[in-house]
T-cell receptor, first 115, second 115 residues
Framework: DTEVTQTPKHLVMGMTNKKSLKCEQHMGHRAMYWYKQKAKKPPELMFVYSYEKLSINESVPSRFSPECPNSSLLNLHLHALQPEDSALYLC??????????????FGSGTRLTVV | AQSVTQLDSHVSVSEGTPVLLRCNYSSSYSPSLFWYVQHPNKGLQLLLKYTSAATLVKGINGFEAEFKKSETSFHLTKPSAHMSDAAEYFCVVSASDTGRRALTFGSGTRLQVQP
């Protein structure tokens, strides 16, 4: 299995809702990432997990809460989002020690719309 | 610190003609360089990577890139464009000086292929 699977593919939520994005990989990668991508822009790093521990938080607002329950799963919990949070949310994974040589494997993303 | 500059935000070619997407990088250390492609409403797919082996790198779908240290460039080429090549292309750099396991993205080049 050489894929990163993200669910759901599309999500519409109100500003008072609580929802979660899910990401799963079975490649044995021990580094996992959340990126946010606005239209016509490159992806922006949000969070990095290494060996299931949060290693980088790029000053993301607390309404985004990541969780890595095991080495194959990465979640992003969403609460009280704003319309400007509407974007494509991408999950990626990589070998921890070989990130520099192998890059990432990306999922196809969750298209989030906040109304 | 490291950075990447994609010199063209938009490139338009005719089907069957060559493609050139330009990328310059800046890095204090020997970088690893990648090209990713993103089709509309999709995740990112790795096209090719340079990791200090051969300077001419062959990727998927007939794409190639040449690492030129003296010019700090990593331009992406393809001899003959196909309609299916229309997409957004990102040049990405990773270097060992950062201690981070995250990649730095260029701003992207949108490739349009005319029939």
């Amino acid at each position: 299995d050489t894929e990163v699977t993200q669910t759901p593919k599309h999500l519409v939520m109100g500003m008072t809702n609580k929802k979660s994005l899910k990401c799963e990989q079975h490649m044995g990668h021990r580094a996992m990432y959340w990126y946010k991508q606005k239209a016509k822009k490159p992806p922006e790093l949000m969070f990095v997990y290494s060996y299931e521990k949060l290693s980088i938080n790029e000053s993301v607002p607390s309404r985004f809460s990541p969780e890595c329950p095991n080495s194959s799963l990465l979640n992003l919990h969403l609460h009280a989002l704003q319309p400007e949070d509407s974007a494509l949310y991408l999950c990626a994974s990589s070998h921890y020690r070989d990130t520099l040589n192998y890059g990432y494997t990306f999922g196809s993303g969750t298209r989030l719309t906040v109304v | 610190a490291q950075s990447v500059t994609q010199l063209d935000s938009h490139v338009s070619v005719s089907e069957g003609t060559p493609v050139l997407l330009r990328c310059n990088y800046s890095s204090s250390y020997s970088p690893s360089l990648f090209w990713y492609v993103q089709h509309p409403n999709k995740g990112l797919q790795l096209l090719l990577k340079y990791t200090s082996a051969a300077t001419l790198v062959k990727g998927i779908n007939g794409f190639e890139a040449e690492f030129k240290k003296s010019e700090t460039s990593f331009h992406l080429t393809k001899p003959s464009a196909h309609m299916s090549d229309a997409a957004e292309y990102f040049c990405v750099v990773s270097a060992s000086d950062t201690g981070r396991r995250a990649l730095t993205f260029g701003s992207g080049t949108r490739l349009q292929v005319q029939p």
